[in-house]
T-cell receptor, first 115, second 114 residues
């Protein structure tokens, strides 16, 4: 079975500093990985995905993520945080080899950017 | 495109009542997913459809839950009878068919069962 772990419930970063939101995964083969963001009282918005190819994936709002197969990780990063980046972030995985088409989500990480 | 549209946005009902949540996916998308979000359990996949056909309903918690997709532009999730533990935010999402495709989420329906 596939699973995702987001080890931090909350990450606090000062505005202008780089940010990292951690994600590790477990699947039987090569994973398809996704990041979503959720603002209060809103649905999830897609940020970026890794399917294959370059391990560094660039997405919306200046975010990027690095796929590391040996560490089974897919951490979300941004070079310079904005207060408006404060939200709930979800990592998700889909096993390309079979199983359900639906995404399996982590528990989410609250990102708080302090002015 | 207006995105995935869910209705109602908020629903408050009494225990034992029937509740129907509605979803209109993005035009051209042929996969549709229903998720439930709670503080305790996070985001859980309840059921998904490909080309209007239910593929996997193993996430549906009980027989009280049922979902239908009568056509490509409409789906419902029904709870009958509702219980307080069903209180959650229910999301509908749609995508093009294919495992590399990202899903697009609606705004959700916040259900409160009292």
């Amino acid at each position: 079975a596939q699973s995702v772990a987001q080890p931090e419930d909350q990450v606090n970063v000062a505005e202008g500093n780089p940010l990292t939101v951690k994600c590790t995964y477990s699947v039987s083969g090569n994973p398809y990985l996704f990041w979503y963001v959720q603002y209060p009282n809103r649905g999830l918005q897609f940020l970026l995905k890794y399917i294959t190819g370059d391990n560094l994936v660039k997405g919306s709002y200046g975010f990027e993520a690095e796929f590391n197969k040996s560490q089974t990780s897919f951490h979300l990063k941004k070079p310079s945080a904005l207060v408006s980046d404060s939200a709930l972030y979800f990592c998700a995985v889909r096993d390309p080899g079979g199983g359900a088409d639906g995404l399996t989500f982590g528990k989410g990480t609250h990102l708080i950017i302090q002015p | 495109d207006a995105g995935v549209i869910q209705s109602p946005r908020h629903e408050v009902t009494e225990m034992g009542q029937e509740v129907t949540l509605r979803c209109k996916p993005i035009s051209g998308h042929n996969s549709l997913f229903w998720y439930r979000q709670t503080m305790m359990r996070g985001l859980e996949l309840l059921i998904y459809f490909n080309n209007n056909v239910p593929i996997d309903d193993s996430g549906m918690p009980e027989d009280r839950f049922s979902a239908k997709m009568p056509n490509a532009s409409f789906s419902t999730l029904k709870i009958q009878p509702s219980e307080p533990r069903d209180s959650a935010v229910y999301f509908c999402a749609s995508s093009v068919r294919g495992r590399i495709a990202e899903a697009f989420f609606g705004q959700g329906t916040r259900l409160t069962v009292v």
